[in-house]
């Protein structure tokens, strides 16, 4: 399944749908009877994104060419915007760290981070009725067990955000919608009420900022883990991406007048659209491949987002 290249001075140790993680090859013992997390034996990861795209917890062809490198610009761009988060940068420059060169082939997709103990958990915020919880809503009249007003619409902006956490289902499976109660049972009360404030916070402080650059975000979905020196709460993996995060244009969403026109989406919602109508999910099967124009439709998306928010 991955495409992830070889690097030197690497070791390619994992790779997710759509990022593959490497570690300094001299964090790993050269004993070849070596076993274990190797994760655990290194204080730095290299993040590499690449161009594959996922849907529906599947990964797709073809690749979105350039996604890769996209995605980490942005994710770059709002850890600077999110001074107040901690987050998981680390820099080569720092004297404590021992860390080879970032390859020239991937420095345009790589991101040097702390190794962090992540938590389970995809927290996500809505600030908007869309997608997989307009589907709950109808059904429930409540997305995550917050019960919401009666009478709303597709595309709607709920009476204040709300944090509907998932469990994070291993590679292959579906990631399972849970309560806030039982973020407790996985995390602990302290851990979760943090995971959950910070959330909210982060997804404040972006909106706003959005808002500035005529975009709305109706939604993300953030990961935390706890650096392993100090134990703080800290905001890992991509942020506030085309991957992660659903938004619209705001001039389309206060003209348009059916769903479909208001919620211009600068994310991957092409793809979603298109399988929906084109796939029955049926996971024993492969996904249907990409039409070409699928493609290049998700990619210019992509790239007017990254425009409109690190240049507006």
């Keep these: 399944m991955t495409d992830a290249p070889d690097l030197g001075g690497w070791t390619h140790v994992y790779s997710g749908k759509v990022r593959d993680l490497y570690v300094p090859t001299t964090a790993l013992d050269d004993d070849d009877t070596w076993t274990g997390d190797p994760l655990q034996h290194s204080p730095v990861v290299l993040v590499v994104a690449s161009d594959r795209v996922s849907a ?20 770059r761009w709002w850890f600077d915007e999110l001074p107040q988060v901690p987050n998981h940068l680390a820099y080569a420059e720092d004297d404590r760290l021992d860390v080879p060169p970032i390859p020239d082939e991937v420095a345009d997709r790589a991101t040097l981070c702390r190794t962090l103990d992540m938590f389970p958990i995809e927290c996500v915020v809505r600030g908007f009725i869309t997608g997989g919880g307009w589907k709950e809503y109808q059904a429930t009249g409540a997305i995550g067990g917050i019960r919401l007003p009666e009478g709303l619409s597709n595309g709607d902006r709920l009476p204040e955000p709300i944090y509907t956490p998932a469990w994070k289902a291993p590679m292959g499976e579906h990631d399972e919608n849970i309560s806030y109660e039982r973020t407790v049972e996985l995390v602990g009360e302290t851990v979760a009420e943090q995971l959950r404030a910070l959330s909210l916070q982060v997804f404040a402080d972006a909106s706003a900022i959005a808002e500035s650059r005529g975009l709305i975000l109706a939604d993300t979905k953030l990961e935390f883990g706890a650096d392993r020196e100090i134990g703080i709460v800290t905001l890992a993996d991509e942020v506030l991406t085309s991957d992660s995060s659903r938004y619209w244009d705001a001039e389309a969403y206060a003209t348009g007048a059916t769903p479909e026109l208001r919620m211009a989406s600068f994310d991957k919602q092409i793809v979603r659209d298109w399988l929906a109508v084109n796939w029955d999910q049926d996971v024993s099967e492969e996904p249907p491949t990409l039409p070409h124009e699928i493609v290049e439709q998700t990619a210019e998306r992509y790239r007017a987002l990254v425009e409109r928010l690190t240049t507006g």
């Design 56 to 75: 529906y917890d599947q990964v797709l062809e073809p690749a979105i060419p350039g996604k890769g490198a996209m995605l980490t610009r942005l994710t």
